[in-house]
């Protein structure tokens, strides 16, 4: 992104918000939505994983999520089924660089975003090789 605009947000995103650079700034100012990025910027995790790991309250932690998917800085990979049989997303980082910079009295972000569709096959397709080498 140039310029100070926002970031364009990836295919399937939800339309970006007219003040999306002042809530992504927002997001990073923010010790708990700072905490879940960097939680899911390695691997996908699932909510409860995520609880497990930290000290984020629950509420705090779903309301977190849904922010950040708002602005198109968290998604959901993929779906997978417990052992229990219930469906559970696992969300991933959507960033795989941010930058932000102030040149002047201007702040420009300048965001590269990961390819969820492109890992989500990259991670079939080991699974495949996986079970094929059984």
């Known amino acids: 992104m140039n310029g100070g ?4 947000a ?4 939800p339309a ?10 927002d997001a990073l ?5 700072r905490e879940i990025l960097l939680m899911l910027n390695d691997s996908p995790m699932s909510a409860q994983e995520m609880l497990a790991a930290n000290r984020i309250p ?7 999520l849904h922010e950040l998917q708002e602005i198109g800085l968290v998604g959901v990979q993929r779906t997978a089924i417990t052992t229990e049989g219930k469906r ?14 102030m ?11 990961r390819d969820l569709a492109t890992e ?3 991670t079939m397709w080991k699974d495949y090789r996986r079970e094929a080498g059984r």
């Open 88 to 101: 559970v997303d696992l969300y991933r980082s959507l960033l795989e660089r941010l930058a932000v910079e």
């Open 10 to 13: 990836p295919p399937g995103a």
């Open 5 to 8: 605009e926002p970031p364009a």
């Open 103 to 113: 040149y002047g009295r201007t702040l420009r972000i300048d965001v590269k975003y």
């Open 29 to 33: 100012g923010d010790p708990a939505a």
């Open 58 to 64: 629950q509420s705090t932690l779903y309301r977190k």
């Open 120 to 122: 989500r096959l990259q």
């Open 16 to 25: 970006a918000p007219a003040n999306r650079k002042e809530r992504i700034l």
